[in-house]
């Protein structure tokens, strides 16, 4: 369960960043569609994080020091065009058009994500 309303919590900060942000976008026909498709991107962003993440932190562990923590962001604006890359992989209609966009969604995804789960708590 805990799992689900993560997963609907970052559906959620996908569809405010889609709306936020210009270089981000669900292109679905219909609104049952683009929910589909925010939990289905969700769940892949998800699985994105959960597995790439911890390698990165791992490998990169002197930029992130070096830069104070900065270095995390630009690995976030990667993990989101991967995310958008293999959506497009599924025939999932959501695309991230460039660095920049992804580093501003990324950035609005954590921080909505974050206000989320202090509101849902555990």
């Not at 609104?31 to 962003?45: D, Q």
């Not at 900065?70 to 991967?82: D, E």
């Not at 497009?88 to 209609?93: G, M, S, T």
Request: net charge positive.
């Amino acid at each position: 369960m805990k799992i689900f309303i993560k997963i609907l919590a970052v559906a959620a900060a996908l569809w405010a960043t889609t709306q936020l942000v210009d270089g981000i976008a669900v292109s679905a026909r219909t609104p049952l569609r683009e929910i589909g498709t925010l939990l289905a991107v969700a769940f892949v962003f998800g699985v994105v994080n959960a597995v790439l993440k911890p390698v990165i932190k791992l490998l990169g562990c002197a930029f992130y020091v070096l830069t104070l923590g900065l270095f995390a962001l630009v690995v976030n604006a990667g993990l989101l065009l991967l995310t958008s890359w293999i959506a497009e992989q599924f025939r999932l209609p959501f695309h991230v058009s460039g660095f920049w966009p992804a580093f501003w969604g990324a950035i609005l995804i954590g921080l909505i994500s974050w206000v989320l789960d202090l509101i849902l708590g555990d």
